[in-house]
């Protein structure tokens, strides 16, 4: 198993979205300012979509009139748009366009698309390509067949790095730096957590070393099941995973792992070749 290696803080906020404003408070090119907009933004979630400035108080730890503020801007800005007859707040129209040109400018998505549609045709499984965001993957495409599939996979919607197929194919597809500096955020943020959830991380490296991709059999979701490989890019280039979901009482016999994995990883290495043209 690979060793989990001690790095300073500093060191981790180097990598994308491992940054934490109180550990850079004292950096004097970090805005702390934005982070915390930002950070406000973050707090809306498809569980909990309208928030009022107490909620958010309380989800952000950042001051009242810190929140007060920063609500207000977001509002004339366009991000945030305030609940008819309410003091509560949603998420406003701008976070969406500025979503676009990042997901138009992905060129993986486009030649992912079709080897993804053949998939989720030929098996009946929902089929998602992730990245990861800080210390989830989150779905930047998703071909939906499988009605059985309760929880609705769609583009923007994320899942938990270690207790997910996707989330331990993109960390073996990542670089050894990065994949150190996110186990460490993870250690260090939740570690009752990760104590509870690296065997499953552990197992998989074994897994995959042998048979090439990762398999869930509901650590996530125990009613659902899922196998995920990571689609390699150049070393400039952000990693990516794809997987195959399938609700657990459709996976018999060994279903994923005997009929569909050897799709999955031949869509995998097509997408990667039609990368490389």
Known sequence: MEPIKSTPAMEQTLIS?????????????FATNLARGVEVLRA???????????DLVVSTGLPKATVSRLTYTLCLLGFLSRVPGTQKYRLGAGVLALAYPMLAGLAIRQVARPYMEAIARETGCTVNLGMRDRLAVVYVDSCRLDPTNVYQPDIG????????????????????????AVLNRLRVDDPERFKLEKPMWTR?????NARGFCVSRGEWR???????APVRQNAQQEPFALNCTVAALRDKDGFLERDVAPKLLEAVRQIELGLMR
């Open 17 to 29: 979205g491992l940054a934490c404003t109180e550990e850079l408070s004292s950096d004097r090119q």
């Open 44 to 54: 809306f979630t498809p569980v909990r979509p309208i928030l009022g400035n107490q």
């Open 157 to 180: 919607s994320t899942r938990p790095v270690l207790s997910s197929s996707i989330g331990r194919a993109l960390l073996l597809g990542s670089s050894a730096e990065e994949r150190t």
């Open 204 to 208: 998989d490296q074994q897994h995959f």
């Open 222 to 228: 125990p009613e659902i099941h899922a196998i995920a």
